[in-house]
């Protein structure tokens, strides 16, 4: 009997920082993690201003409005929007 696949985009449910990257939690469990150095605006704040983030899209992205920063999960993994 086959199996049908259903593909899910990833979406964060969180962020946190240490000194080099930035870690975002995934709701399927993964983590994944990206240098600092990727995100200028990122590496330049101030440790309030990388911990006041949003989810945008349900997940899809995270915004933070101090530094006018976006990322979306789907570059983090290196797949195209």
């Known amino acids: 009997m086959p199996i049908l696949a259903v593909e899910q985009h990833p ?15 995934l709701a399927d469990g993964r983590e994944i993690s990206a240098p600092l150095e ?28 101090d530094v006018d920063e976006d990322i979306s999960i789907s570059g983090l993994l290196g797949h195209p929007s």
């Open 38 to 65: 990727w995100f200028p605006r990122l590496r330049d704040a101030l440790p309030d201003q990388r911990r006041h983030w949003r989810l945008i899209g349900r997940g899809e992205g995270i915004h933070w409005p």
């Open 11 to 25: 979406v964060a449910i969180d962020v946190r920082f240490d000194d080099a990257a930035i870690h975002v939690v």
